[in-house]
């Protein structure tokens, strides 16, 4: 989408810190400490945390509304600070909250926009672009006539207006329902499929996990976690298979190999291990060994919650 050549990396980001300014008593919040990270080019990355870990504040940096505190940004290999105005070209940016004049339609918004960044007339996009949102039946609507997921899609399209080749939404499905959730999803893919590298902020595990190829964990304002999606569900080390025996439970069975055992009804049990030192044959030999039948069976792999719920856990412990 833009003319200048692909960088390394779309949006590289060095020991990044942000304190907010003290207000009265209160001592400023450290809302980043220290973040390093780079957003490969052409995949839709994940900044996956749960509320307040800094990733608006990490958001709103990029898009040049806060100021850092100290730490290096460059997107699309421009410096924030030394090359602001190619680093703002490079980028847009949907922002959580929706905001338009509820009395301007959409193809003005997009014009409007346009404006801003001084494309000419003959260059602008707009048209396309409500196509492209599947908004081109509602070219002349009033804004405020819009529906929830209509507004979005519109911020979507504003954020495309100069064809940034990096495009971060943050948050883009919170509150939204499930229906709108998907097509939130589909429209981020196809644009993704055009070329846009793509960054998204949740705290929605699903979400990250269904949609983005990389993912970063945030945590108290630090990475906790940075890898493929598919290495970081593979992190999951634990099993949990669940028994049904063939009478009452009323000592809890024991094993070495037993990371933990649990009593889920009268006759039912479920245990966790650790699939590199252990594996199903043992975990079932030694529930037979201590005189219990087994009736019925199933396993499941720890997955992506599991995952985030151990290392944002340790994260809390290390501090
Ligand atoms: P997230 O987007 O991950 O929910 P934020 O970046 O919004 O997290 O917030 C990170 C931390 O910084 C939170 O503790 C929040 O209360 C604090 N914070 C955010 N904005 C401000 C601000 N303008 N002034 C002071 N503290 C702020
Ligand atoms: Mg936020």
Redesign the pocket.
Known sequence: MSTSPAPTAAISIRDLV?R??P?GEAE??L??NGVSFDVPEGGIFGLL????????????ILAGL?RKSSGTAEIWGFDIDRDQRNAKRSIGIVPQEIVFDPFFTPFEVLEIQAGLYGIAKHLRRSEELLRAVHLGDKRNAYARTLSGGMKRRLLIAKALVHQPPVLVL??PTAGVDVELRRQLWDLVTEMNREGVTIVL?T?YLEEAEELCDRIAI?NH?QVIANKPTRELVGMAREKIIALTLDREVTELPSHPGFLKCEKTGERELEITYDKDRSNAGEILSAIQAQGFAIVDVTTREADLEDVFVTLTSQARSAA
């Open positions: 942000k907010y300014a207000a400023g919040k809302a980043l945390g749960p509320n307040g870990a800094g990733k608006s504040t990490l958001i709103n806060v943050d948050e902020t705290h945030i304002g």
